[in-house]
């Protein structure tokens, strides 16, 4: 149980387009889910966080007009990287919870993002 | 705020040796703790949770016992295989914040 699907996992793209990330949690609603960047051989970084049907809240330093976060249902969220740059080229991953925070979030498998 | 510190530099070791990363964290409230694992190319995978002291948590293997008097939460296995390679995240959530803090990770190679 508790599976988190993500989709793409590799995706590469030409510098000033926009990539949508899908997150889907399969056999649970999810209250919360979070997307998280990591980059190699780091610890994730919390981007932000989405409750369905209300606006993300994003963390210090995220802009929020570059990384747009849609929570419309309790099984998916999705992450729209805009005008994306050779910067932004990273692993992405979302997680989802169900319930309050004494939960464990569920991790998808990941997006590797790669702008040229 | 909440933090989670883990032993610093990877961790190689023979398989069928014993397996122990530290983890240490600070926190205002009585937080929940958690291992996650990351193969490579992976997302995180739980591993294991505790959600108050002396809960024991355990997985394929892996032990976690929440220790609110030394604030610790070190994962243990008693005989690692090569299949266990991978980074290994401390995380801590605490009822009052909505957010996971994780430790750094720990790459842990197991040699054949």
């Known amino acids: 149980g508790a599976v988190v699907s993500q989709h793409p996992s590799w995706v590469i793209c030409k510098s000033g387009t926009s990539v949508k990330i899908e997150c889907r949690s399969l056999?649970?609603?999810?209250?919360?889910m979070f997307w998280y960047r990591q980059f190699p051989k780091q610890s994730l970084m919390l981007m932000a966080t989405s409750n369905e049907g209300s606006k993300a809240t994003y963390e210090q330093g995220v802009e929020k007009d570059k990384f747009l976060i849609n929570h419309a249902s309790l099984t998916l969220s999705t992450l729209t990287v805009t005008s994306a740059h050779p910067e932004d080229s990273s692993f992405y991953i979302c997680s989802a919870r169900q319930g309050t925070s004494n939960q464990p979030q569920h991790f998808g498998d990941g997006t590797r993002l790669s702008i040229l | 705020g909440d933090s989670v510190t883990q032993m610093e530099g990877p961790v190689t070791l023979s398989e069928e040796a014993c397996l122990t990363i530290n983890c240490t964290y600070t926190a205002t409230g009585y937080p929940s703790l958690f291992w996650y694992v990351q193969y490579p190319g992976e997302g995180l995978q739980l591993l294991l949770k505790?959600?108050?002291?002396?809960d024991k948590g355990s997985n394929k293997g892996f032990e976690a016992t929440y220790r609110k008097e030394t604030t610790s939460f070190h994962l243990e296995k008693g005989s690692v295989q090569v299949s266990d390679s991978a980074v290994y995240f401390c995380a801590l959530s605490d009822n009052g914040n909505n957010r996971l803090a994780f430790g750094k990770g720990n790459q842990v190679v197991v040699i054949p």
């Open positions: 056999d649970f609603q999810a209250t919360t």
């Open positions: 505790a959600t108050k002291a002396d």
